[in-house]
């Protein structure tokens, strides 16, 4: 148990307030508010002294595809040529070639190299993330992708969330066999070993049809996995209802998601996961706020970090984006990358510093919303989980 006084200011997604303090006991906030009305059962707890740092929620990034090897920096430099990105994925070029690379990789490699990926995220504040498979394809390499998830964990002090990614189907695979083998010797070997939490599905014009990813995640349900959706990004395929009708935890990228699509994600409590790294690098309009208010859906932020269309790893860039892209307020940036983003994990406990939610927070030198505003600029002066400093 501990008591961290001296905050000057603290922004939690339902409160705020200036002279702080925040009780901790096993990981969990167990009090919050003005450091005057901290109650005398506190006084005797052990304290540390903030010194006049602002306090905010971990930042959760509930979308990351961190584990693969290699970059698509030619791929970058074509497409920023105007090749197109779904002409390259086609001649057997961007998620392929990354699938390559990983399958060629040992096992350290992918480990070390996203590991150095967390601890970037962690440096910006990130204190739970997602994880999804998606670049090995072949189902022992899926498989392999969620066992190094699961080693990765064990060497990151951040809450680790594990999702298994129908990503393409692999060179020389007819797609029904590739489905039909997910289905019914992936997802029941994901289950027994308890390799995810979560299943995700690339449901778009080239990738999987809403029909497929219809079979693959109703079956990812029953296992008792929650599931999520890559919806509306290349092109309008009607994910978003397959989303409603799944209720699922999430849908993601929706560029190209209509407000009736936006409606019926926010009528099912689907939390709507905008992706402004994707969107900025393949040129796609993010969703407008006043839509997403229109449609009252819940919205949450992720950095998307993959290789190719979004090597983000600053989700204050992210909100910023948010922000300036999307028309959010900082406010709401915020909380879309803290509670909401938690929600799309189903994981109410974080991304909140209220009595009850879990003691993952970051201090900073400046005010709360402060490297919204510079783009990135002031990262944290330390992080905390569960009421312990992991960075500083
Ligand atoms: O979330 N949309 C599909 N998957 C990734 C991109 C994968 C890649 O290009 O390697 C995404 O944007
Ligand atoms: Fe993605």
């Given at each position: 148990m501990k008591v961290f006084r001296g905050i000057r200011e603290l922004l939690s997604p339902f409160a705020r307030y200036r002279e702080a303090a925040l009780a901790v006991r096993e990981g969990r906030v167990v009090w919050v508010g003005p450091e005057r009305e901290?109650?005398?059962?506190?006084?005797?707890w052990p304290q540390e002294d903030l010194l006049g740092a602002s306090v905010v929620p971990g930042l959760v990034?509930?979308?990351?595809?961190?584990?693969?090897?290699?970059?698509r920096y030619e791929e970058f430099l074509r497409r920023s040529r105007g090749e197109p990105y779904e002409a390259i994925l086609r001649a057997g070029g961007g998620i392929y070639e990354t699938v390559r690379a990983t399958v060629q990789a040992e096992d350290e490699v992918l480990l070390s190299s996203a590991q150095a990926r967390a601890r970037s995220l962690l440096a910006h504040g990130v204190t739970s993330l997602e994880i999804k498979s998606?670049?090995?394809?072949?189902p022992e390499a899926e498989l392999r992708l969620l066992r190094l998830i699961r080693r990765l964990e064990e060497r990151l002090p951040q809450r680790v969330f594990a999702t298994l990614l129908a990503h393409a189907v692999p060179r020389g695979w007819a797609r029904k066999t590739y489905l039909r083998t997910l289905v019914e010797e992936v997802l029941p070997q994901v289950a027994q070993e308890r390799l995810a939490l979560m299943a995700d599905v690339f449901c778009d014009q080239g990738a999987f049809t809403v029909e497929e990813a219809e079979v693959f995640l109703s079956r990812a349900k029953a296992h008792g996995l929650g599931v999520r959706l890559h919806a509306?990004?290349?092109?309008?395929?009607g994910a978003s209802h397959l989303a409603a009708r799944l209720q699922a935890l999430s849908a993601d990228h929706?560029?190209?998601?209509?407000l009736e699509d936006l409606s019926s994600l926010a009528k099912a409590g689907v939390v709507a996961v905008l992706l402004p790294g994707a969107a900025l690098s393949l040129k796609k309009p993010l969703p407008q706020a006043a839509l997403l208010h229109q449609a009252g859906v819940r919205v949450a932020l992720a950095s998307?970090?993959?290789?190719?269309?979004s090597p983000l790893l600053n989700p204050w860039l992210t909100m910023a984006l948010a922000v300036h892209?999307?028309?959010?307020?900082a406010e709401e940036s915020l909380i879309a990358h803290t509670a909401h983003a938690a929600l799309a994990l189903g994981r109410?406990?974080?991304?909140r510093l209220e009595?009850?939610?879990?003691a993952d927070f970051v201090a900073l030198?400046?005010?709360?919303l402060d490297p919204i505003y510079r783009f990135?600029?002031?990262?944290?002066?330390a992080v905390y989980i569960g009421g312990e400093r992991v960075w500083s």
């Open positions: 901290l109650p005398e059962a506190f006084a005797s990034d509930p979308h990351t595809h961190l584990i693969y090897a290699g970059d998606g670049y090995g394809l072949e509306e990004q290349i092109a309008r395929t929706l560029e190209m998601a209509t998307d970090h993959n290789p190719g269309t892209v999307v028309g959010l307020g109410p406990e974080l991304g009595p009850g939610a879990v030198e400046v005010p709360p990135g600029e002031h990262p944290p002066l």
